[in-house]
């Protein structure tokens, strides 16, 4: 059976250099007669920095975690899975151009894991793309530009794109979508998104949850069990 590396590829490729002094100086600031400056350059105190942080967090004040700004470069991911990306309005997006660049011979694409799994299923799926890439091919031969020749194309293709956001949409971003309610493949995008700022600050592993981990509690209408539910809990409350 071929092999195919269905799991996208996610580097973290820019972040500034000292995130956690830069968000506790944001805190400070907002609590302290000192400047700006002198709050940062005599911060050192990491547990200190971290208390008032997640205090100022937990109260809500989010403004203070938008200095952050970080970029990642994602390929491997399907048209399905930018398209659910995209949605996310606060974030920066330049993605691989279907419209300038033309699909050379098979077009790389995805296969859900759920027909992965099933060999008849997915030699079915394997050769539908094969049957799609060949009438690519013939619009394109015919001289259709691909902007047009694309409309063949499906949600399985494979894309490329460089995603930036602010620290407060990338929690944001986890919680929505580390949610099991989330589709299998941006999931396990945004995980490995997560993961990659993980490895470079593990602080922010508190923050970057699904949203029940944050709320204490699950608001999905369709719950997965991982938390209690909003409607059992006000029952439990009595409210
Ligand atoms: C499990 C799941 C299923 C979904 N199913 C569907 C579906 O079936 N159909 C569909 O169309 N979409 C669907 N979506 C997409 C969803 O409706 C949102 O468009 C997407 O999750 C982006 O969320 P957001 O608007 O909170 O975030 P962002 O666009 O990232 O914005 C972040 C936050 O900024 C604020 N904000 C941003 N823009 C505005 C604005 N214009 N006005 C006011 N406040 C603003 C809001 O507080 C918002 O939460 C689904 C999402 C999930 C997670």
């Not at 937990?58 to 470069?73: D, K, N, R, Y």
């Not at 047009?148 to 194309?153: I, K, T, Y």
């Not at 509690?217 to 997965?224: G, N, P, R, Y």
């Amino acid at each position: 059976m071929e092999e195919r590396n269905n799991k996208p590829v996610v580097k973290l490729i820019s972040k500034p250099e000292n995130i956690l002094k830069t968000v506790y100086t944001a805190c400070r600031t907002c609590y302290s007669a000192d400047s700006p400056i002198n709050i940062n350059e005599s911060a050192n105190d990491e547990e200190k920095m971290l208390k008032l942080i997640r205090n100022v967090v937990a109260s809500g004040h989010h403004s203070t975690i938008e200095h952050i700004q970080l970029s990642f470069a994602i390929s491997n991911v399907s048209r399905a899975c930018t398209h659910q990306l995209v949605r996310h309005r606060l974030m920066s997006f330049s993605q691989k151009s279907q419209r300038y660049v033309k699909e050379k011979g098979q077009f790389d694409f995805l296969i859900p894991p759920t027909i992965d799994k099933n060999p008849e299923l997915r030699e079915k799926f394997i050769s539908f793309m094969s049957n799609i890439s060949d009438k690519y091919q013939e619009f394109i031969d015919a001289g259709i530009p691909a902007e047009d020749a694309r409309a063949v194309l499906p949600n399985a293709a494979s894309t490329s794109l460089v995603a930036s956001l602010n620290l407060r949409e990338l929690i944001h971003l986890a919680q929505l979508r580390l949610c099991t309610r989330a589709q299998y493949e941006i999931r396990t995008m945004v995980k490995a998104m997560c993961e990659e700022v993980v490895k470079v600050e593990p602080w922010l592993k508190d923050y970057l949850v699904p949203k029940c981990e944050f709320l204490g509690f699950c608001d999905e209408h369709k719950s997965c069990g991982r938390k209690i539910t909003k409607e059992e809990l006000f029952a439990k409350a009595n409210i």
